[in-house]
């Protein structure tokens, strides 16, 4: 159980367009998901922490307007990233917390590549 | 400022052999600590979950122990195979601050055969 999926696995896009990325709990219903970037070589950053129905909460630094989180149902949320730049080229992940986990237990999905051409 | 600190940063260990990773933190107050295995180009997976009052967990070959009062952890890979090559994180998380987690760098271990 506790499987998070993430769609496309990669993508492939020019500078300025805008790439969603999509992020679901496949077997539980999750009243949280966290969203990471990572680089090469790095560890996860995390970018925001949202929560169903509500705002997603941003990390310092990461630009809420250009990073769009929508978490509209207890087992999608999703990843905009607008205007896209080759800077922003990284590999996205995002995790679930599912109802009851109080352990802090978070799974995650097999990550996105973008690559900003 | 809540930090953990992995070590050492890179491993190369024979195929069979045993090795210790360690995790220092400096989270509080503390709830609890997660390893997770990340293969190249995958999200990490969990292997392991402890709170205050487990001081050892196994999953199989990995063994992770937690000490409160020093806030170190180990994961200890008994019988090293090929396919534990991959980075290794500790998780940290805190009870308060809404549970946020701090990550660690990470161990990247390659396993050669």
């Known amino acids: 159980g506790a499987v998070v999926s993430q769609h496309p696995s990669r993508v492939i896009c020019k500078s300025g367009t805008s790439v969603k990325i999509e992020c679901r709990s496949l077997d539980f219903q999750a009243t949280t998901m966290f969203w990471y970037r990572q680089f090469p070589k790095q560890s996860l950053m995390l970018m925001a922490t949202?929560?169903?129905?509500?705002?997603?909460?941003?990390e310092q630094g990461v630009e809420k307007d250009k990073f769009l989180i929508n978490h509209a149902s207890l087992t999608l949320s999703t990843l905009t990233v607008t205007s896209a730049h080759p800077e922003d080229s990284s590999f996205y992940i995002c995790?679930?917390?599912?109802?009851?986990?109080?352990?802090?237990?978070?799974?995650f999905g097999p990550g996105t590549r973008l690559t900003v051409t | 400022k809540n930090q953990v600190e992995q070590s050492p940063q890179s491993l190369i260990i024979l195929e069979g052999k045993n090795c210790t990773l360690q995790c220092n933190y400096t989270v509080s107050p503390f709830s609890n600590l997660r390893w997770y295995k990340q293969d190249t180009g995958r999200g990490p997976v969990s292997l392991t979950i402890?709170?205050?009052?487990?001081n050892t967990k196994s999953n199989g070959r990995y063994t992770a122990t937690l000490d409160a009062d020093t806030k170190q952890s180990s994961l200890h890979i008994t019988a090293s195979q090929l396919s534990d090559s991959a980075s290794y994180i500790c998780?940290?998380?805190?009870?308060?601050?809404?549970?946020?987690?701090?990550f660690g760098d990470g161990t990247t271990l390659t396993v050669k055969p």
């Open positions: 949202s929560n169903e129905g509500s705002k997603a909460t941003y």
């Open positions: 998780v940290v998380s805190a009870s308060t601050n809404a549970g946020k987690s701090t």
């Open positions: 995790s679930a917390r599912g109802m009851g986990q109080d352990n802090g237990e978070q799974y």
């Open positions: 402890m709170t205050f009052s487990e």
